[in-house]
């Protein structure tokens, strides 16, 4: 593998060259689970053995090329990303605040044409909410659908409500509109053949996932009250593939925290389950041109670390193939297939705070199963 990873030092120095933002900082309007900035402590054993983190665990099939940049790191803490192509464009958006957990959480929207010099389009705020884990999807009517969930703060008698906002050039955007039940986090919303499918999951007492459907963005509805409820269900990725089958990647936390894989075909009211026997966090999922599945997602073995893996969901296997530099507070990435290869979103830690990275990657030409 051939990484170039910018140095912290560089970083700023082309974020200095590049980035106007008037005062020179990100405003402080800027669970995700996590770790710290010192990482976990095989991070710690691999750093003092003069090892990087991402040493600690081997990895199958290799890619060849690997091109990562640090774009923003203006904000005391920057996180959860998701990232998307529009109108010649690309947009990634995540929370920036004063902390992981923070009562000031706002959207930030950054804007690129070449995926390395990136400028600030939009900041995203709530009076009422620390914004959290924002997902960008391109929606029919060629316009940018923005969703994330409001932390609420009191008075609020929810905890949580999950909104979504609207823009035809990135830059401004409508006024917020509440979407699904309050205290069921939407987590991430898929559009297919005209219908939205989003994946919730409580907040305010029991452990499930629920499937809501949507003609507009706008109003949703149940399509399955409870699709999950073993252990602590939550974070989800989800595709459609050409066959119309759907395939759900879910992280799952509690005693029993194995990320679980499941698959259903239209209406997507049935769905089978099978254990892929790791933890995982913060999962995102696509379709490659070819068929086959790639994720982006937290790997806890041998220490917290954002991955690259194959989704296989006839054998029910998560293959790990590439590292990305990552380590601690680390994951929530957003993928897109671009010109024959995955640009990828995430932020880690593993620099001494919590940053915004864009992974350029060649995959291999072919997956491998897990032995």
Known sequence: MIAKVLTRAAAL?????TLSVPGGRAEASPR???GTAEGSRADRVARAEGKSPMDAVPCATPVTDTDVHLIWDRAPHQAFTDLVRFKGRWFCVFREGSAHVSPDGAIRVLTSRDGTDWKPAALVSSP???LRDPKVIVAPGNRLMLVAAGALRPPATATHQTYVWFSTDGRSWSEPAAIGDPNVWIWRVVWHRGTAYGIGYATGGGHFVRLYTSADGKVWRTLVET???AGFPNEAALVFQKDDSAVLLLRRDGA??????????????????????????????????DGRLVTALRLYDGGARTSLAWVDPEAGTLTEFERLPSGGDTSYPGLVWWKDRLWVSYYSSHEGKTSIYRAVVQLPATAQRSP
């Open 227 to 229: 699709l999950f409820d």
């Open 256 to 289: 029993n925290a194995t990320g679980q894989l499941g698959t259903a075909r239209p209406p997507y009211k049935e769905w089978s389950w099978k254990d892929l026997g790791k933890q995982i966090g913060g999962p995102q999922m696509i379709a490659l041109p």
């Open 128 to 130: 009422t909410a620390d």
């Open 13 to 17: 120095l082309l974020a200095l060259a």
């Open 32 to 34: 995700e689970g996590g």
